[in-house]
């Protein structure tokens, strides 16, 4: 399985970029937020995913981990494919997503192209069950970053996990929060402390 590729930047085109790495060219699927990012660089590297099908193998690079945990999540639901998930991520940034699932803002989600309300609707229901099955996501998980009751703190952790990161991770990155950030400060600064 491919992790990550790091090499030199040949080119972009609108949802394309390839990369040299040893003499070969990978041409790489991704996102208008992954190629702004990197647009200006001569050396990239990019975390990789590669989706197997009947008839393609598509190679797919993003310029940080919560970007490709967002998209592996969307993909994971009924219904969406990856150039769903690449136009949603086009037009979201990983805390943008988070923030819309954890808050059930699925109108948000159907700016993106190709986005219809009921598509919305199910990756909103799909992943926000899927934070609230993950036994891992503990109440205790919660309490170990701030008194209980914080309600932007637990929309914060539970967009997080939405994002893919553990409650173990998640509960270092938003120790000594202000319990009263709002939601998306607080998502914010969990990322800066991720990266």
């Known amino acids: 399985m491919i992790y990550s590729l790091h090499g030199e930047l040949m080119g972009t085109e609108p949802g394309l970029a390839v990369i040299e790495c040893s003499g070969v060219g990978y041409a790489c699927r991704t ?40 998209f592996k999540q969307l993909i994971s639901v009924s219904g969406v494919g990856p150039k769903a998930a690449l136009s949603i991520l086009s037009d979201l940034t990983p805390t943008e997503l988070a923030l819309c699932i954890a808050t059930g803002d699925s109108k948000t989600l159907t700016r993106s192209p190709g986005i219809g309300p009921k598509i919305a609707q199910r990756i909103v229901l799909e992943l926000k069950d899927k934070i609230a099955k993950d036994e891992r996501f503990s109440s205790a998980d919660v309490a170990g970053v701030s008194k209980a009751g914080s309600n932007n703190i637990s929309e914060a952790m539970e967009a997080l996990a939405v994002l893919g990161f553990l409650p173990s991770q998640i509960n270092s990155a938003l120790m000594g929060a202000d319990p009263n950030a709002s ?3 607080l998502i914010k600064l969990a990322l800066k402390n991720l990266a």
């Open 183 to 185: 939601v998306e400060e």
């Open 31 to 70: 996102t208008a937020n992954t190629l702004s990012k990197i647009r200006d660089k001569k050396e990239v590297v990019l975390y990789a995913y590669l989706h197997l099908t009947e008839n393609a193998a598509d190679l797919f690079g993003f310029a940080d981990k919560s970007e490709l945990s967002c």
